[in-house]
């Protein structure tokens, strides 16, 4: 009865060069390894504190399951053990106090660190980008003074590496969270706010990012790619993202452009150069070149992007992207023209 | 236990009043129903045709009247297909209003689907072969909700922009005038 | 702490010897005067508070089956990556009614339900101040109860989170009625918990046993004491709130519209200062409980009584000053982030406080490992693992990086479950032979307690390591080659575990209720009040009031409790005594069993649940609610006025 029932089973094997396992403990910048530090250190304070309260507790409970069970209560306890007693719990309290003291300095100071990233990004020129959340998808943008040298993507973060990078986020629907474990932090996308938050990556890779704040139906789906690469490759990147869709050479290529601005696709999406200037999905000028689609959900392949464009209800239940039923011809002249955009 | 059954009684008329009026309403048709190629098909101009006439296929996919998600989703394809740039919010301009209660080429779902489809004299557009046509089913429950035609309880809410018109479910019920103006 | 209090009751009055008919009759006259009326009728008209906390207690636990029924369903959609036993639409629905389940309709009720059946005979009192507005407080709670679930058994379920954040809950991006039920069920439980609080704060204030002046109080009354202010405080601002998404999505406001002028955070703010409050509105009384069961079992009275009582007022006032860490992702100015990180951190002080004290009773005592005990040890354990990941994300740097993730389902899992349904659980072990007259059966308790904490820890611990692994919280599925797979297959292993283990304590309440060892008045040799009582007790709970000395009476005088007579046995009176030192004050005739709160119930029903559809919901629900208010309040005959006049000592 439920329409998601038949959903595929893809294989997933992101062919990317240095794909990193989404994980808070394995951090690739300064502000990951901070996060590192302090995990460790609540681990080694908690895993103390947990055990010398679970034997006191145990020995307490046990010492004394050989004796016979004492009868009567005692109702006024002899105030010479009490107070030994209560020498022992204040100092337990004192102790408490003071880890809870150290750890408290700890935050601060990482804390501090967390924005001295800041301070020195904004005097090292950071790399600037603009994500705006929607359901279910990223929207990335590099500004720039210049209108035509502004670039659009989705769903895939190109950042230099050693850089610092200052992301400044908005939604235009529900809220959102911006969450790169590896990178460190999250930051909520908030409608009629503009959030700031500054990273760096220090080791080159691609490190998935996903949504953190409960945001509907395709939640689950709305991750987003990080790619960290060496600042002469990031400006190769972005050179090439400027350049407007190169025209099909071939037939096939030129019939699936006449397939994708004949149907339904050109109210939502754009393709710079064309006459596709949709608004409401993702910018799809270079997406050959995107590792993903569909937000992080497949890999970049021509069976999936097949799936992705007949059935999208069935990958993403919910999606906004409606069902495209083309015929087979089409189809395959459509997914070659947009693999051809790179 | 008396008591546990009168719970028990009290549970099902509670469930019964709120399948009464709820379980329609609150279905989530993600997928269309019938899903039809929305390659360019012929374009008629005119419902009008001699002898009996021939069934659309996509006729059985809506429409959503009885939906709220369906009617939201139309809402939010009036918004990102511009509708408003003829139909300001429903308010009329270039285009006739759709707030009113007076319909050109009719009020049923039917006519709104083929207006919307086929396009119409002075200026509405044919928009078969670029919407699927399972949104037009929503688009066409939409309109009939911004002119009070469907039930108060599946219109939208307000949206979360500035607000030029009070929200579709405080519109009062309307009753549809048929008009022979054009 | 003066004893003339008591010194004075027993001169009026203490009588410890009548003749065994006399008293016979006497009963008889109470019970004729207090008891229920029998049949359907009964139920909706009873103002007896035992009949009511039970109907409470058996209800928020039946929700807890219902809401433990969701979180299986999710662990098995979540056993494998890409998984395809439930869709998006029914797993949101799923996780947002398991939490508002949980949440409103489990913890809080039975927390305070346990209060207003244990308050009253802890204070050795007859019944709670407003007997009436208890019995309408109940159906106002089962109503808003029936009400979600109704909805989710017709796949009309909330389904943008137990939290509802706007937009996302907001009118242009939740169609339909959904959210507004989660609203309304918001509204029913809120003025539920209301009037329950209200009850208990008069009931402690003003209806002590003469001689029991604060001081002498039990903890777990205590604890119900600061969890009822607590509940005042807090829940106006989640009424506030939930109406104000409810007239956003009815009537078209913009409380959460940015474009004109709202706020979505707004919404966060209201909603968590009242919900961090509410994480300590389920614990506190959890804390009481562990009190009263350490106490008996140990042999001794409480460790360090004084500094557990301003713990938990400590908890109380702290808990109000910690909603912002929910909300460190959101941007904060720094030194917000420094004074809510600083008062997470604080939090954990009162409560290290309880823990050192109860180990330190425990230590000095006698201890008795029966199964009440060991659901204790259970919770302590549990709970330093949960208090400790606690201070763990109060740090602003560390909660970014754990912040909704599975680090947190497992944290507050911890806390919440660890920290009080563990208790719960020792509590009903250890309060089940007053509540039936019959004991639990210790063997089922020992499977129930194993299997609950091994199930608990299979399912919950991996969690912490899924959510540093990057596992955010609230996905319907995950993609295998995230790697979660394993540690997600492992937690869900957990969850039939947990399953069993409450088959378990279901089989043992229901074999023990016919055939379980007949308890007598105290079978644990308890220090409290309630354990003077008949098991279970008498309609009127108690013949005389009882008289207190110190704070564990039943040991202070172990062979005949002191008491006071003269109230009268031929209408409901209880003694009134003062706020500090409980002097008795005057006698106070109560109202008895009416149609009429069942009646406003209902009109309160109407109201609400018509202003999820219509405007005209609320006028209607007000004009209801007017005539059965008026049926409530309406003058009786002279005679009855005097009777119930009370009479000042």
Redesign the interface.
Known sequence: MRAWRHGTAFPIALVAVGQHAQSALDPAGPQGDRFIGLWWLSLAISVAVFVLVVIALLVAALRRRHEPVAVEPVVAPEPAGERSLGRVVNAAVAVTVVLLFVWLVASVRTGRAYTSLRAAGSARAPVEVTITGHQWWWEIEYPDTNPSLRVTTANELHVPVGRPVVLKMTSTDVIHSFWAPNLGGKRDLIPGHVTTMWFQADTPGVYRAQCAEFCGYQHAHMALMVVAEPAGRFRAWLAAQRQPAAPPTDSLRARGERVFLGADCTLCHSIAGTPAGGRQGPDLTHVGSRLTLAAGTLPNTRRNLAGWIVDPQSTKPGSLMPQNPLGSEDLQALISYLEGLR | MTAARARAVVAIGLGALAAATGCEREARPFRSTALTASAPGEVTVSVLQPGPRAPRPEMAEGPYDENAYAIADGKRLFDAYNCSGCHSQGGGGMGPPLMDSTWIYGSAPENIYATIMEGRPNGMPAWQGKIPSDQVWRLVSYVRSLAGLTRKDVRPGRNDDMQVKPAESSMPRQRAIPSTKP | MRDGSAARAATVSVEPALEERRLEKEHEALDEQWRTPP??AG?LISTDHKSIAVRYIVTAFSFFILGGINAAIMRLQLARP?A?V?????Y?QLFTVHGSTMMFLFAVPVMTAFGLYFVPLMIGTRNVAFPRLNNYGYYVYLTGA??LW??F????GPD??WFS?P??S????A????VDIWAQMITFTEIAALVTAIQIIVTVFKQRAPGMSLGRMPLFVWAELVVAFMIVFAMPAVMLDSSYLAI?????T?F?????GG???LHQHLFWFFGHPEVYIIFIPALGMVSAIVETFA???I??HT?MVLSMIATGFVAFGLWVHHMF???LP?LG??FF??AS??I??PS??Q???W??T????????RVP?LWV?GF??LF??GG??G??I?????D??????YFIVAHFHYVLIGGSVFPLFGAFYYWYPKLTGRMLSETLGKWNFWLFFIGFNVTFFPMHLLG???M????????????WGELNLLASIGAPIIVASVVVFLVNVWVSRRRGALAGENPW?A?TLEWATSSPPASYAFAHIPVVH?R?PL??TRDELPVVTGLRSDCREVLVTDLLDAEPDHRYGQAGPSVWPFALAVATAVGIIASI??PWGTPVGVVLATIALTGWVWPKGRERRELLAGERL
């Not at chain 3, 959460?256 to 004109?260: G, H, L, M, S, Y």
């Not at chain 3, 109060?394 to 560390?398: E, I, T």
């Not at chain 3, 955010?472 to 599925?477: D, H, L, Q």
């Open positions: 049949g359907f139920w890409d395809h439930v869709g998006p639409d029914l949101n029936l009400l109704g909805a058994l017709l796949n009309i943008t989170g954040y937009p996302l907001g009118p242009e991006f169609p339909g009625k959904r956003d999505r009815l009537i078209g913009h959460f519209n940015p474009a004109e706020d979505v955070l042999r001794r009275p460790f360090g500094a992702a959101t941007s720094q982030e420094g990180t600083a951190t604080m954990a002080i290290g406080v823990i050192f004290c180990i330190a425990i230590w000095s005592g006698r201890p008795r490992l005990m040890i302590v354990i330093v693992i400790l990941t201070v763990m109060a740090s602003v740097p560390f970014l990086q754990v912040h909704d993730t540093l692994e990057g955010p919280r609230r996905v319907y599925t995950y993609p295998a080659s995230m790697g040799d220090p110190g564990t040991w202070d559809f219509t």
